[in-house]
């Protein structure tokens, strides 16, 4: 068995790319045009969204997307803050192995310098094999996804089947990329039929979250590269205590195996939580306190705008948190969340959305904003669970 060079990927990100294609379920079935009148609603929608979330949000990008014009942030605002793709399942699956391979760059170097076992090949296809799988399952459950990490270009697979929206990988949010927001059509489709909402409502509603997302790395365009900096730490680290796995007797590896599947379908944390050490989980938890105030921030300005941009909003609401709460899924659904730790991301989405409403109340919604001034004002995952903490830290 040949090892690969130093620069080696842990990951065949290529292969997971076409693992992850291939496996992702197809849509709900609909007629060519009931499809081409998706895609041509929800790219409104998310161009619709723009003023809305600089509205409520009192936010003003520091980067826009090229050939934006600055001063129109002064007047009118721009007209968009992101390059919006409608995608289906398989694409969105294929686009994520390109924002995790941007997110993984280095990591094998930083491991390989450290004990000279560069990642052989062997390996590479096995993480492949097991991102794929993953991205696959998670491709039928998000709406919509802002990616900060990539930027536009090559090709994609439009919802319609037809036409091509591109979005392809790139480098960190910066100057002249604004970064990518993916619009999963089908999964739209699926929830507006199985939760019978208005379509046009909403659609709205969900750009609304993720213009949001778009918004926040635009006004702070540092957040991008500090997150992705936490995320090298923690991924080398998980990368570390794996390859001590490896090396393990096969009794402790199906112990420890067995340990952690048990932990997460009890809904006592993710797959990875229980291998992390006490300087991972740190880690991991100044990066969640940060993924929560960003979901929980979105969550609050898309309920924001009000019944006057979205009259159904709250019966979306209602029925949405109904959804989340796990109403209506199966038994295997029940246990695949919990497995792949999607019960913790559904928490940061309300405790976010807490904090977020504590400290508005606290110092008002220009208060709040000053959490984007640079990374020493977020909040801890303590202060998250503190609102008043933060406030006091940040605003004495």
Same mark, same amino acid.
């Given at each position: 068995?040949? =090892?690969?060079?130093?620069?080696?990927?842990?990951?065949?990100?290529?292969?997971?790319?076409?693992?992850?294609?291939?496996?992702?379920?197809?849509?709900?079935?609909?007629?060519?045009?009931?499809?081409?009148? *998706?895609?041509?609603?929800?790219?409104?929608?998310?161009?619709?969204?723009?003023?809305?979330?600089?509205?409520?949000?009192?936010?003003?990008?520091?980067?826009?997307?090229?050939?934006?014009?600055?001063?129109?942030?002064?007047?009118?605002?721009?007209?968009?803050?992101?390059?919006?793709?409608?995608?289906?399942?398989?694409?969105?699956?294929?686009?994520?192995?390109?924002?995790?391979?941007?997110?993984?760059?280095?990591?094998?170097?930083?491991?390989?310098?450290?004990?000279?076992?560069?990642?052989?090949?062997?390996?590479?296809?096995?993480?492949?094999?097991?991102?794929?799988?993953?991205?696959?399952?998670?491709?039928?459950?998000?709406?919509?996804?802002?990616?900060?990490?990539?930027?536009?270009?090559?090709?994609? !697979? =439009?919802?319609?089947?037809?036409?091509?929206?591109?979005?392809?990988?790139?480098?960190?949010?910066?100057?002249?990329?604004?970064?990518?927001?993916?619009?999963?059509?089908?999964?739209?489709?699926?929830?507006?039929?199985?939760?019978? *909402?208005?379509?046009?409502?909403?659609?709205?509603?969900?750009?609304?979250?993720?213009?949001?997302?778009?918004?926040?790395?635009?006004?702070?365009?540092?957040?991008?590269?500090?997150?992705?900096?936490?995320?090298?730490?923690?991924?080398?680290? *998980? =990368?570390?205590?794996?390859?001590?796995?490896?090396?393990?007797?096969?009794?402790?590896?199906?112990?420890?195996?067995?340990?952690?599947?048990?932990?997460?379908?009890?809904?006592?944390?993710?797959?990875?939580?229980?291998?992390?050490?006490?300087?991972?989980?740190?880690? *991991?938890?100044?990066?969640?306190?940060?993924?929560?105030?960003?979901?929980?921030?979105?969550?609050?300005?898309? !309920?924001?705008?009000?019944?006057?941009?979205?009259?159904?909003?709250?019966?979306?609401?209602?029925?949405?948190?109904?959804?989340?709460?796990?109403?209506?899924? =199966?038994?295997?659904?029940?246990?695949?969340?919990?497995?792949?730790?999607? !019960?913790?991301?559904?928490?940061?989405?309300?405790?976010?959305?807490?904090?977020?409403?504590?400290?508005?109340?606290?110092?008002?919604?220009?208060?709040?904003?000053?959490?984007?001034?640079?990374?020493?004002?977020?909040?801890?995952?303590?202060?998250?669970?503190?609102?008043?903490?933060?406030?006091?830290?940040?605003?004495?």
């Amino acid at each position: 068995m040949t =090892s690969p060079a130093v620069g080696a990927p842990l990951v065949d990100w290529s292969a997971a790319a076409q693992i992850a294609g291939r496996v992702a379920r197809p849509g709900p079935l609909a007629s060519r045009d009931e499809l081409a009148e *998706l895609v041509a609603g929800l790219r409104t929608a998310a161009s619709d969204a723009v003023p809305h979330v600089l509205r409520v949000t009192r936010m003003v990008p520091a980067v826009l997307p090229s050939g934006a014009a600055p001063g129109a942030v002064a007047s009118e605002g721009p007209t968009e803050l992101s390059q919006v793709f409608v995608v289906d399942r398989s694409r969105w699956a294929r686009a994520n192995t390109e924002v995790m391979a941007s997110l993984t760059d280095g990591v094998a170097d930083a491991l390989t310098g450290k004990d000279d076992k560069p990642v052989s090949a062997t390996t590479a296809l096995v993480g492949a094999a097991q991102v794929g799988a993953v991205l696959a399952a998670l491709s039928s459950r998000v709406l919509g996804q802002f990616d900060p990490y990539s930027a536009a270009g090559g090709s994609a !697979d =439009s919802a319609a089947g037809g036409s091509a929206d591109s979005a392809a990988g790139g480098g960190a949010h910066g100057a002249g990329n604004p970064g990518r927001l993916l619009l999963v059509a089908p999964n739209v489709l699926q929830l507006e039929r199985d939760l019978d *909402l208005v379509p046009a409502d909403f659609r709205l509603w969900v750009c609304l979250h993720e213009q949001t997302h778009a918004l926040q790395f635009a006004a702070a365009p540092w957040l991008a590269n500090h997150l992705r900096a936490r995320a090298h730490d923690l991924l080398v680290g *998980l =990368s570390e205590s794996s390859r001590q796995m490896a090396d393990a007797r096969w009794r402790e590896k199906v112990a420890t195996a067995g340990r952690v599947v048990v932990r997460a379908v009890r809904g006592e944390g993710g797959v990875a939580d229980g291998l992390l050490t006490a300087d991972q989980k740190a880690v *991991l938890e100044e990066v969640s306190g940060v993924m929560a105030l960003l979901e929980g921030h979105a969550d609050v300005m898309m !309920d924001a705008v009000g019944r006057r941009t979205v009259p159904t909003v709250r019966r979306i609401r209602a029925q949405f948190e109904a959804r989340r709460d796990g109403q209506g899924s =199966s038994t295997l659904d029940t246990v695949l969340r919990r497995f792949l730790g999607m !019960d913790a991301k559904l928490a940061q989405y309300r405790d976010g959305a807490a904090f977020v409403r504590a400290v508005e109340k606290q110092v008002g919604r220009d208060g709040l904003n000053a959490v984007w001034s640079g990374p020493e004002t977020l909040p801890s995952a303590l202060e998250i669970a503190e609102p008043g903490a933060w406030v006091r830290r940040v605003h004495g």
